[in-house]
């Protein structure tokens, strides 16, 4: 994903890091992608990159997209993670090191019991937690500005958990959080657990955005449909 600096404009491109698998991802190669990277940021100069995929951190030529980006112009860089990758607190000052200003962080409950059996591994949501705290402490170890954000995906399983998971992540100092509902969401019967989380957001000083519902299912939250990340987060 490539996002412009002009008024929140997230730009896509075509092709992503990798192509899932039946068991593993396979990932394309750096020579694929930078030539995406370059016709992106052509069209705007003042754009910013955003790493996605099963999980970029893990891409075998991640530091070499980065690096490639940062010479290509890209003003800011970002990436979504599970978050494991950055428990080692060497990887977390690297990556900020080469240029990455946003890490978002996707969990899938508020605590090791409901987030890790999601996950399909175990240890991993107290992974995660120490990679958000390495983010932040070679953030401020360098004097740099960096964006931690939360990503939360929607479902019935998480969905009771909701709550407690942007309470946990506020915990966390992330900046702000995002629910990824899905297109398939039971609109009504999601709704009042998803004001419940936007509410918690709000007692713990933490913004929370939900993503792909309909205004009018939102109600008086339609307000959180607007993602701040786009608007002065990566400024």
């Known amino acids: 994903m490539v996002y412009g600096s002009e008024k929140a404009t997230w730009r896509r491109v075509a092709g992503v890091l990798a192509q899932a698998a039946a068991s593993a991802p396979t990932y394309r190669h750096a020579a694929e992608i930078m030539p995406i990277i370059d016709e992106a940021l052509a069209v705007s100069s003042g754009a910013g990159v955003f790493f996605l995929g099963p999980e970029p951190l893990e891409h075998p030529e991640i530091r070499q997209l980065i690096t490639g980006a940062v010479s290509a112009g890209t003003q800011r860089i970002g990436v979504r993670t599970s978050g494991r990758p950055l428990a080692d607190a060497s990887s977390a000052d690297e990556l900020i090191s080469a240029g990455v200003r946003v890490f978002e962080v996707s ?74 509902c899905p297109g398939t969401l039971e609109s009504r019967r999601f709704a009042e657990w998803i004001a419940a989380a936007c509410d918690t957001g709000t007692v713990n000083r933490v913004w929370v955005a939900v993503s792909d519902l309909a205004l009018e299912t939102l109600g008086d939250k339609a307000l959180h449909a607007v993602d701040v990340i786009t608007m002065n987060e990566a400024g």
């Open 107 to 180: 969990l899938l409950g508020s605590c090791s019991e409901t987030h890790d059996p999601l996950a399909g591994a175990e240890g991993s949501f107290a992974a995660a937690a120490i990679g958000v705290r390495a983010v932040l402490d070679a953030a401020e170890a360098r004097g740099v500005r960096v964006v931690v954000r939360g990503r939360l995906g929607v479902c019935r399983h998480t969905l009771q958990d909701l709550p407690a998971a942007v309470r946990r992540f506020a915990e966390m100092r992330v900046t702000s959080i995002v629910l990824a």
